[in-house]
């Protein structure tokens, strides 16, 4: 490694242990000009199919519209039919590729969720990316159809779901990847299966995303294990702190006191499409990733993740989720 390779990991290193540097635009724009970072463009996708959920504003719809920029055959899926097709449209528009279409699934809906997998499997011989990318931070328990609480069934068990429904056209495509959305929130809480999924008293919205997301991250290392046979690539990461309309309408407070800090939502989709569409990301499995940069999945040691948690964690998302066993190891220690 030369001195200046050193240099970088230095500063990256020192970014990390910042959380705000790291995780604002401070923190890409430095790591963008210190690393030698692959051009996207350089990567094309064409006859390639990806499906992202959650596509119709933020996160979703840049990463979206940087695949189908990219040459590929990019499946939208949102809950809103109307929203769903206007962002449809507005890829199209932009990128000049008009093999762009839309599915229609709430994953307050296991039935809907099970339903658009049908869809995908039916009309498709290959899939070549799954970004599990959808979800909300919500102020109010609310149960869903499913007798779920809606943070736990949308983040959590509905993800899983198309995962495992997918597996197997994932499987028989060479070179696919899972990649699966987190929140540098995750940071703030274990994994404690009991207190997963929030009951009406005391509902806290922040602690219940934070949880789901860990058990994201959890699942993914537990997926990249289980279903290591299937050849699947499976990473999960977190964005940093991005100005959406999400964040605008979840965390108005902290929206405006970051203000120019956040990043733009092409800054925090970046790792998205490049875990999407660079050689470097198959040749690991299961990690964790910021800014292209493998990241630990805890900061304070009382967040780590046990095996038994782990493992309890995987029976418990399967029975909710109707999934049969995957075959695989136990799991092991998160780091």
Do not use: C
């Given at each position: 490694m030369?001195?200046?390779?050193?240099?970088?990991?230095?500063?990256?290193?020192?970014?990390?242990g910042t959380?705000?540097?790291?995780?604002?635009?401070?923190?890409?724009?430095?790591?963008?000009?210190?690393?030698?970072?692959?051009?996207?463009?350089?990567?094309?996708?064409?006859?390639?199919?990806?499906?992202?959920?959650?596509?119709?504003?933020?996160?979703?719809?840049?990463?979206?519209?940087?695949?189908?920029?990219?040459?590929?055959?990019?499946?939208?899926?949102?809950?809103?039919?109307?929203r769903?097709?206007?962002?449809?449209?507005?890829?199209?528009?932009?990128?000049?590729?008009?093999?762009?279409?839309?599915?229609?699934?709430?994953?307050?809906?296991?039935?809907?969720?099970?339903?658009?997998?049908?869809?995908?499997?039916?009309?498709?011989?290959?899939?070549?990316?799954?970004?599990?990318?959808?979800?909300?931070?919500?102020r109010?328990?609310?149960?869903?159809?499913?007798?779920?609480?809606?943070?736990?069934?949308?983040h959590?068990?509905?993800?899983?779901?198309?995962?495992?429904?997918?597996?197997?056209?994932?499987?028989?495509?060479?070179?696919?990847r899972?990649?699966?959305?987190?929140?540098?929130?995750?940071?703030?809480?274990?994994?404690?299966?009991?207190?997963?999924?929030?009951?009406?008293?005391?509902?806290d919205?922040?602690?219940?995303?934070?949880?789901?997301?860990?058990?994201?991250?959890?699942?993914?290392?537990?997926?990249?294990q289980?279903?290591?046979?299937?050849?699947?690539?499976?990473?999960?990461?977190?964005?940093?702190?991005?100005?959406?309309?999400?964040?605008?309408?979840?965390?108005?407070?902290?929206?405006?006191?970051?203000?120019?800090?956040?990043?733009?939502?092409?800054?925090?989709?970046?790792?998205?499409?490049?875990l999407?569409?660079a050689?470097?990301?198959?040749?690991?499995?299961?990690?964790?990733?910021?800014?292209?940069?493998?990241?630990?999945?805890?900061?304070?040691?009382?967040?780590?993740?046990?095996?038994?948690?782990?493992?309890?964690?995987?029976?418990?998302?399967?029975?909710?989720?109707?999934?049969?066993?995957?075959?695989?190891?136990?799991?092991?220690?998160t780091?």
């Amino acid at each position: 490694m030369n001195a200046r390779s050193l240099l970088a990991q230095a500063v990256d290193t020192a970014l990390e242990g910042t959380v705000v540097l790291s995780f604002s635009r401070v923190g890409y724009d430095v790591r963008s000009r210190l690393f030698a970072w692959l051009d996207l463009t350089e990567r094309p996708m064409t006859g390639k199919v990806a499906v992202v959920t959650g596509a119709t504003s933020g996160l979703g719809l840049t990463a979206a519209t940087r695949l189908a920029a990219l040459g590929a055959s990019v499946r939208l899926l949102g809950r809103d039919i109307g929203r769903t097709e206007r962002a449809r449209e507005e890829i199209a528009t932009r990128t000049g590729n008009p093999d762009v279409e839309i599915g229609v699934a709430d994953l307050a809906s296991l039935d809907d969720v099970r339903r658009y997998a049908d869809q995908i499997r039916r009309y498709h011989s290959r899939l070549d990316v799954l970004v599990n990318n959808a979800g909300a931070l919500v102020r109010e328990h609310q149960l869903t159809g499913d007798g779920m609480e809606l943070t736990a069934q949308t983040h959590v068990v509905a993800p899983f779901l198309l995962t495992a429904q997918l597996l197997t056209l994932l499987a028989q495509t060479p070179g696919s990847r899972v990649v699966t959305v987190s929140s540098g929130g995750m940071y703030t809480e274990r994994l404690g299966l009991p207190h997963l999924e929030m009951g009406p008293d005391g509902f806290d919205g922040v602690k219940a995303y934070a949880r789901a997301k860990r058990a994201q991250v959890v699942l993914n290392r537990q997926w990249a294990q289980r279903a290591a046979h299937s050849g699947v690539t499976f990473h999960a990461m977190h964005p940093g702190w991005v100005d959406t309309p999400g964040i605008q309408e979840a965390l108005p407070g902290f929206s405006r006191a970051m203000g120019p800090l956040l990043r733009t939502p092409e800054q925090g989709a970046d790792t998205m499409v490049w875990l999407a569409t660079a050689r470097e990301p198959l040749t690991s499995n299961g990690q964790f990733w910021l800014d292209r940069h493998r990241r630990w999945t805890s900061k304070l040691p009382w967040t780590r993740t046990s095996a038994p948690d782990a493992h309890q964690l995987w029976q418990w998302v399967s029975e909710r989720a109707g999934v049969g066993a995957v075959d695989g190891p136990e799991p092991v220690v998160t780091p």
